[in-house]
T-cell receptor, first 116, second 109 residues
Framework: GAVVSQHPSRVICKSGTSVKIECRSL??????MFWYRQFPKQSLMLMAT?????????EQGVEKDKFLINHASLTLSTLTVTSAHPEDSSFYIC????????????FGDGTRLSIL | GQNIDQPTEMTATEGAIVQINCTYQ??????LFWYQQHAGEAPTFLSY????GLEEKGRFSSFLSRSKGYSYLLLKELQMKDSASYLC??????????FGTGTRLQVFP
């Protein structure tokens, strides 16, 4: 079946560092990908919708300059957390829109980001 | 606005049946989905409803009433491995998924 690969799975870094997370669709072309953030014991919150070849659409309250999204090819979207601070520590999950079957999106395994 | 509500936590006994409810108010409706998520892992797709009624899939069933903005996930013959969070999600248009608050289910022996 369709597989979405997310890398890295875990990042620990100092405050002020910029962190890049990659989301790849391995066996299908994904024109649309989604980025979510999940704080402990909370649900997934959609941050932005990433469209190949165009600017991402951000949800209300999400800082565009803080969370840079690039979707340069049909199989890769990246999320860069710029100048990360401890409050950015969270579980970040990407997904790709499915083209077949009842499942609407295929999820990556997530990235645990910890900012010290 | 978009609003999807679920109970925060539930407990049940191994072998029992549990029903997790979800109510929603969204700007549009193009399907309701249930996901299972173990701690630190990505969500796993369980079921999909777009028309009213019950969808059965092994030990899991999901029900939808669009007029009431209501769904439930029914888990039968509970096993210890069913301890997880269960997320209700609504697709208001063709692309986005809006997730509910999630229900943490703990199964006891």
């Amino acid at each position: 079946g369709a597989v979405v690969s997310q890398h890295p799975s875990r990042v620990i870094c100092k405050s002020g560092t910029s962190v890049k997370i990659e989301c790849r669709s391995l066996d299908f072309q994904a024109t649309t990908m989604f980025w979510y953030r999940q704080f402990p014991k909370q649900s997934l919150m959609l941050m932005a919708t990433s469209n190949e070849g165009s600017k991402a659409t951000y949800e209300q309250g999400v800082e565009k300059d803080k969370f840079l999204i690039n979707h340069a090819s049909l199989t890769l979207s990246t999320l860069t957390v710029t100048s990360a601070h401890p409050e950015d520590s969270s579980f970040y999950i990407c997904s790709a829109r499915s083209r077949t079957g009842p499942q609407p999106q295929h999820f990556g395994d997530g990235t645990r980001l910890s900012i010290l | 606005g978009q609003n999807i509500d679920q109970p925060t936590e539930m407990t049940a006994t191994e072998g029992a049946i549990v029903q997790i409810n979800c109510t929603y108010q969204t700007s549009g409706f193009n399907g309701l989905f249930w996901y299972q998520q173990h701690a630190g892992e990505a969500p796993t797709f369980l079921s999909y409803n777009v028309l009213d009624g019950l969808e059965e899939k092994g030990r899991f069933s999901s029900f939808l009433s669009r007029s009431k903005g209501y769904s439930y996930l029914l888990l039968k013959e509970l096993q210890m491995k069913d301890s997880a969070s269960y997320l209700c999600a609504v697709r208001p248009n063709t692309d986005k998924l809006i997730f509910g608050t999630g229900t943490r289910l703990q199964v006891f022996p």
